[in-house]
Every structure is written in structure tokens, then in C-alpha cells.
């Protein structure tokens, strides 16, 4: 009886896989190896060994680490302070609010002065009243004029001497007025052109509320070379007393309100029509029509609203 053949041994059960540290990038899923199966005996074909499958574990993604931060070199002076750079920022970024502010503030402030401002000179204006003088210009004397003949053909040599006299009247009851010295001169009117005669020196005053002022001076002259023609026009109208002159006063003037004073400003007196006296009359006691004049303040002329 023939003996039976031996039973294949049972295979093994494989061992556990044995955890391994996590390599830096996921590799591929490792197949454990299968045991090899014992060589059959007698020919015959043996069992196929149970496979179990392995399971290897899932790739573990590592997490992404900020890049390091850059180490700036510390200055030669020491270790630089960030809590004064941040305040520094800060400081700088609320420059121009601040400036805005400042700017605005002071805006408003001139705004409110010179509404203040305004607001006083109307009252002062309403309470004061002031009004400009007026000035007159009395007939000329003395007038001599002296005519002769000069060197040269065709011209002639006049030497001349005139007084002038200026009325100023102030209307004001509160305001006075203060005139600084200055300078009169006189020229003879002509068709051809005014030729000057002269000028004289001018004193200051002052001209009080509610009275009348008069500037005077005497101007002279020797040896103006004039024409023929205008030598003749100038002899005939001296002889009927009809010579007009033209007279500028260049001053300075000041407000005197009660205690309070003004600076003083330049003022020019200009009088066109001026007159020969009548004979017989000198001084203040000429008698004759006074010719107005007109005043420019800063250069341009001097009016009243009223």
C-alpha cells in the first residue's frame, strides 16, 4: 500500500510592517515580498500561498515654513529702535492733516480780523463823519514880471516875482489835520507851454476842527530865456493885469483824532487858475474871485462822498 505523500507545510503568517520615520518627499507604496512557497515533493503542484494585502500608509505632506527673515546689519551706532520708527511713521503721515489745520485755522482767524476790522472803521465812520478840506486859491500878489533882451537874437531874459496864497478850510467838528513841510512852485501860463518860474520852501502846520488855514509863499526867478512871441503875449497881458499862473503845493498830511494820530502820506495841491491881483491890493487883503483847487491823494484826486 503505497504511503501517502506529505501535506504541504501552512505557510507563515507575515509579520507586521514596522512603523518607519517619514522620508522628506512621499514615496512610492512598498510592496512587502511575498514568502516563497516550500518545493513540492512527489510532482505535485502545491497550494498557492494566502496573499494578504499590505497597506502602507499615506504620504504625510510637510508644511511650508516661512522663509527666514533677513538680518539687517545693526548701524555703528547700536541696535536701531523700531518703537521710533513706527512713531516716526506715524508722525509723518499726520503731517498734512496738521498742516491742513494750521492753515485753515489761520485763514479763519484773518477773516475774522478784517471783518472786525471793517466793522470798526464804519462805526468810526458813521460816528466821526470826516470830510476833506477844500482849498482856494486867492488872486496872485505881488506879481512883477521884468522882461528884457538877451544875447542871443530871437529869445529874451524875464525876471519874475510872485506871491501865492492858498485858503484851506476844515469842516470837520472831531478831525484835525496835520501838514507836513513841503514845496510851492509856480509856473506862467502859456498857448505854447507853461514856463517854470520858481519855488520856494513850504513850513508845516496844523489845522484844527471847524477853522480856516492858509499856506503862502513867495516864489522868484532871474534870467528864464522865453521867445519872442511868448515875451510879446506875456507884456501885453501883464499890462491888463490878464497873466494866469499855474501853482503846485507837494506836502505830507496826518489825521489827528483826539489822542489817536495817523501816519503821514503825500498830498499834492494843484491850482490852474491862478490870477493877478488888482492893482492897489497886497498881502492878505487882496479882494478878488478865488479859484479852487484840487487835491490827489497818492496820485489820484482827492473827493468827498458827501
Known amino acids: 500500500m503505497a504511503e501517502k505523500p506529505p501535506l504541504p507545510?501552512?505557510?507563515?503568517?507575515?509579520?507586521?510592517?514596522?512603523?518607519?520615520?517619514?522620508?522628506?518627499?512621499?514615496?512610492?507604496?512598498?510592496?512587502?515580498?511575498?514568502?516563497?512557497?516550500a518545493p513540492a515533493t512527489n510532482g505535485s503542484r502545491p497550494a498557492p500561498p494566502f496573499k494578504k494585502p499590505s497597506l502602507?500608509?499615506?504620504?504625510?505632506?510637510?508644511?511650508?515654513?516661512?522663509?527666514?527673515?533677513?538680518q539687517y546689519p545693526p548701524p555703528p551706532g547700536g541696535a536701531r529702535k523700531p518703537r521710533y520708527r513706527q512713531q516716526q511713521r506715524h508722525h509723518r503721515r499726520g503731517s498734512p492733516c496738521s498742516c491742513r489745520r494750521l492753515c485753515c485755522l489761520a485763514t479763519g482767524l484773518a477773516l475774522l480780523a478784517l471783518c472786525m476790522a471793517l466793522a470798526a472803521s464804519c462805526l468810526a465812520y458813521l460816528y466821526y463823519r470826516p470830510r476833506p478840506p477844500s482849498f482856494h486859491l486867492q488872486p496872485l500878489s505881488p506879481v512883477r514880471l521884468r522882461l528884457g533882451n538877451s544875447s542871443s537874437a530871437g529869445v529874451s531874459a524875464m525876471d519874475a516875482t510872485v506871491g501865492v496864497r492858498a485858503v484851506s478850510w476844515n469842516p470837520n467838528e472831531r478831525v484835525a489835520f496835520r501838514y507836513g513841510g513841503g514845496e510851492g512852485r509856480v509856473a506862467l501860463?502859456?498857448?505854447?507851454?507853461?514856463?517854470?518860474?520858481?519855488?520856494?520852501?513850504?513850513?508845516?502846520?496844523?489845522?484844527?476842527?471847524?477853522?480856516?488855514?492858509?499856506?503862502?509863499?513867495?516864489?522868484?526867478?532871474?534870467g528864464v530865456v522865453v521867445d519872442e512871441a511868448v515875451a510879446a503875449r506875456v507884456r501885453d497881458r501883464y499890462r491888463r493885469r490878464q497873466q494866469g499862473f499855474k501853482v503846485v503845493v507837494d506836502t505830507h498830511v496826518g489825521v489827528r483824532v483826539g489822542a489817536l494820530r495817523t501816519g503821514m502820506v503825500p498830498v499834492r495841491l494843484l491850482c490852474d487858475g491862478g490870477a493877478m491881483a488888482p492893482r492897489g491890493g497886497?498881502?492878505?487883503d487882496v479882494v478878488g474871485p478865488m479859484s479852487k483847487c484840487q487835491v490827489y491823494l497818492f496820485r489820484v484826486r482827492w473827493f468827498s462822498l458827501n
Open 9 to 37: 507545510p501552512k505557510p507563515k503568517p507575515p509579520l507586521p510592517p514596522k512603523p518607519r520615520p517619514p522620508p522628506p518627499k512621499a514615496p512610492a507604496a512598498a510592496v512587502r515580498p511575498t514568502p516563497t512557497p
Open 56 to 70: 502602507a500608509p499615506p504620504p504625510q505632506v510637510l508644511p511650508l515654513k516661512p522663509p527666514p527673515a533677513r
Open 189 to 222: 501860463a502859456d498857448a505854447d507851454g507853461d514856463v517854470a518860474l520858481g519855488w520856494a520852501p513850504l513850513a508845516g502846520f496844523d489845522h484844527a476842527p471847524r477853522t480856516v488855514a492858509a499856506v503862502a509863499f513867495v516864489a522868484t526867478a532871474k
Open 282 to 284: 497886497s498881502g492878505g
